[in-house]
């Protein structure tokens, strides 16, 4: 059975009420926030408390179930609350060329979760990006790599912007003895 709209009020509405009220943080209720990756992911006994008293709320559903929501409203607002600094812009670039695309990791070092760095890498990266056909001098480094690599000499650079066509070279035959 799903959350309804008004379910997934109360529990954000109810978090967000212990936060102001500095019962708790964010990430003290849920480990998947928290900065130190040597974190345990544990719970002090005030949080898991204070979660069950969120699952009291719900009688008809189970206390994990109602727990697994709450920490996704969490992250969810953890994800929309933390606006990108530059400084966490270029960190994010420096880390995936380091690391590759290992976005729990690059999250850990940035701050925000790996689905967040996946998507800003995507917008930041797709930015960038140049589309559209290449220009005649951007051709011609091309197809010099591609005569060097293949030790093809059927292509021939005449101009920046156009190629000619020359006949294969000759076949060798080998002479069968038999």
Same mark, same amino acid.
């Given at each position: 059975m799903r959350y309804t709209a008004a379910d997934v009020a109360t529990i954000k509405d109810?978090?967000?009420?212990? %936060?102001? &009220?500095?019962?708790?943080?964010? @990430?003290?209720?849920?480990?998947?926030?928290?900065? #130190? @990756?040597?974190? #345990? =992911?544990?719970r002090t006994r005030e949080n898991q408390?204070?979660?069950?008293?969120?699952?009291?709320?719900?009688p008809d559903r189970k206390k994990n179930n109602v727990i697994q929501c709450a920490e996704r409203v969490?992250?969810?607002?953890?994800?929309?609350?933390?606006?990108?600094t530059d400084e966490q812009v270029r960190d994010l670039h420096r880390l995936v060329e380091e690391k590759g695309r290992k976005w729990k990791e690059i999250g850990r #070092? %940035?701050?925000h979760s790996g689905a967040q760095c996946s998507a800003k890498y995507r917008v930041e990266f797709e930015?960038?990006?140049?589309? =559209? &056909?290449f220009d005649?001098?951007? %051709?011609? @480094?091309?197809?010099r790599a591609f005569m060097h690599l293949s030790h093809a000499s059927v292509l021939?650079?005449?101009s920046p912007s156009t190629t000619t066509l020359l006949p294969p070279p000759p076949r060798?035959?080998?002479s069968s003895s038999r």
């Open positions: 109810t978090i967000q009420g212990w %936060v102001e &009220s500095e019962k708790c943080t964010l @990430p003290d209720l849920c480990p998947a926030l928290r900065d #130190d @990756p040597r974190d #345990d =992911g544990k408390a204070l979660l069950a008293e969120l699952a009291l709320m719900f969490m992250i969810k607002h953890h994800e929309t609350a933390t606006p990108w #070092d %940035v701050g930015a960038r990006k140049k589309s =559209g &056909s005649p001098e951007e %051709v011609k @480094p091309c197809i021939t650079l005449t060798r035959t080998t």
